[in-house]
T-cell receptor, first 116, second 109 residues
Framework: GAGVSQSPRYKVAKRGQDVALRCDPISGHVSLFWYQQALGQGPEFLTYFQNEAQLDKSGLPSDRFFAERPEGSVSTLKIQRTQQEDSAVYLC??????????????FGPGTRLTVT | GQNIDQPTEMTATEGAIVQINCTYQTSGFNGLFWYQQHAGEAPTFLSYNVLDGLEEKGRFSSFLSRSKGYSYLLLKELQMKDSASYLCVATDSWGKLQFGAGTQVVVTP
């Protein structure tokens, strides 16, 4: 079946522009996670949804970052007034996870954002 | 604070065995994943330990000691395609993942 998909795969933005990154999780997966991965580093947690509820947004680096999952399926990560330090790969992952019942997370291919 | 430590790079020859050690100190610990990530690609799941002991899965094995905050990933019969970054990942009860920086394994002929 289809895996996690993300679009666009590559995005170049001028400093100050707003960007929107999309994630289509595996159908039926309850949990959805966003991560930011800088070059040569492991992914860093940004935010977590269980269905449409955003249960943890402690990893969002600033109030310029906003994520939503209004119908509990597709999610969008929006970055306003992009800065050069926002340049990274943004990974989305989904899992069947419910509290106390853990499943592996399946990752999408990522969106590579370059801010110039 | 929360911390996951693993070596930056390891080199081994084809057919050999390599062991990647990981120590962790995280809050709400509920289990330890290992993921493989090839350059420019998404991480893919290798193994998951929630109880102490060894989990074997083909050429890959993973070990966990919760009391010591320690895990290792053992790669046997190395192949060229095993050249990749290996990520040690701690998870809490919500499934939130905390990643180490990754160990780059270089397999030489």
């Amino acid at each position: 079946g289809a895996g996690v998909s993300q679009s666009p795969r590559y995005k170049v933005a001028k400093r100050g522009q707003d960007v929107a990154l999309r994630c289509d999780p595996i159908s039926g997966h309850v949990s959805l996670f966003w991560y930011q991965q800088a070059l040569g580093q492991g992914p860093e947690f940004l935010t977590y949804f269980q269905n449409e509820a955003q249960l943890d947004k402690s990893g969002l680096p600033s109030d310029r970052f906003f994520a939503e999952r209004p119908e509990g399926s597709v999610s969008t990560l929006k970055i306003q007034r992009t800065q050069q330090e926002d340049s990274a790969v943004y990974l989305c992952a989904s899992s069947q996870n419910r509290e106390g019942n853990l499943y592996e997370q399946y990752f999408g291919p990522g969106t590579r954002l370059t801010v110039t | 604070g929360q911390n996951i430590d693993q070596p930056t790079e390891m080199t081994a020859t084809e057919g050999a065995i390599v062991q990647i050690n990981c120590t962790y100190q995280t809050s709400g610990f509920n289990g330890l994943f290992w993921y493989q990530q090839h350059a420019g690609e998404a991480p893919t799941f290798l193994s998951y330990n929630v109880l102490d002991g060894l989990e074997e899965k083909g050429r890959f094995s993973s070990f966990l000691s919760r009391s010591k905050g320690y895990s290792y990933l053992l790669l046997k019969e190395l192949q060229m395609k095993d050249s990749a970054s290996y990520l040690c990942v701690a998870t809490d009860s919500w499934g939130k993942l905390q990643f180490g920086a990754g160990t780059q394994v270089v397999v030489t002929p």
